[in-house]
């Protein structure tokens, strides 16, 4: 079935340093993207989200990037800061149906 | 606002026995649930689909009557392992959408830790 990936299992920023973090994902029709973060031992919490028919969408210290052409997704974090560590998780959604999770990417933030 | 509740938050139970899972939507009216599981360090995989009212989808590959799903009302749902085994062994996350006509916003649960010993 359709499904979606990470490029980088882990990866380690300096604090304060901007990080990025990318996905791939594979079914051309999701019209939907989340990123998710998760603390160890907790639910997945909300981070930031865009559409289709976006190409950039940016938060608080956020910024989604969304490449259709590729089917490439990726969250920046800008000026990390030591609670930023944790599993990152995008998200795919096709016509207000389910979710389909990446294989997550763990993030450490080095003091 | 969009707060969803789970309990217990972690249980442990011995081989062969039934545990049960409620997740709760504490302030907004949830026409449709989520359960998923993830083992560690691997991503959520979703169990099923429950419909307040109606009989849970389940996944490819997840047994319906090892899993019991009910959907009784619009703020809960609950997860029933039947029979659980160490292999069931697991952390299991809920989420709820918001009952809005077209709506995706789904929220997540603080999850469960089942240990079956």
């Known amino acids: ?111 | 606002g969009a707060v969803v509740s789970q309990h217990p938050s972690w249980v442990i139970c011995k081989s062969g026995t039934s545990v049960k899972i409620e997740c709760r939507s504490l302030d907004f009216q949830a026409t449709t649930m989520f359960w998923y599981r993830q083992f560690p360090k691997q991503s959520l995989m979703l169990m099923a689909t429950s419909n307040e009212g109606s009989k849970a989808t389940y996944e490819q590959g997840v047994e319906k009557d090892k899993f019991l799903i009910n959907h009784a009302s619009l703020t809960l749902s609950t997860l029933t392992v039947t029979s659980a085994h160490p292999e069931d062994s697991s952390f299991y996350i809920c989420s709820a959408r918001v009952g809005l006509a077209g709506g995706t916003e789904q929220y997540f649960g603080p999850g469960t830790r089942l240990t079956v010993t």
Not at chain 1, 3 to 30: F, M, R
Not at chain 1, 33 to 60: A, C, L, T, V
Not at chain 1, 75 to 103: H, R, W
Request: aromatic share 10%; hydrophobic share 35%; with cysteine.
């Open chain 1, 1 to 111: 079935g359709e499904s979606v990936g990470l490029h980088l299992p882990t990866l380690s920023v300096q604090e304060g340093d901007n990080s990025i973090i990318n996905c791939a994902y594979s079914n051309s029709a999701s019209d939907y993207f989340i990123w998710y973060k998760q603390e160890s031992g907790k639910g997945p919490q909300f981070i930031i989200d865009i559409r289709s028919n976006m190409d950039k969408r940016q938060g608080q210290r956020v910024t989604v990037l969304l490449n259709k052409t590729v089917k490439h997704l990726s969250l920046q974090i800008a000026a990390t800061q030591p609670g930023d560590s944790a599993v990152y998780f995008c998200a795919e959604m096709f016509g207000n149906e389910k979710l389909t999770f990446g294989t997550g990417t763990r993030l450490t933030i080095i003091p």
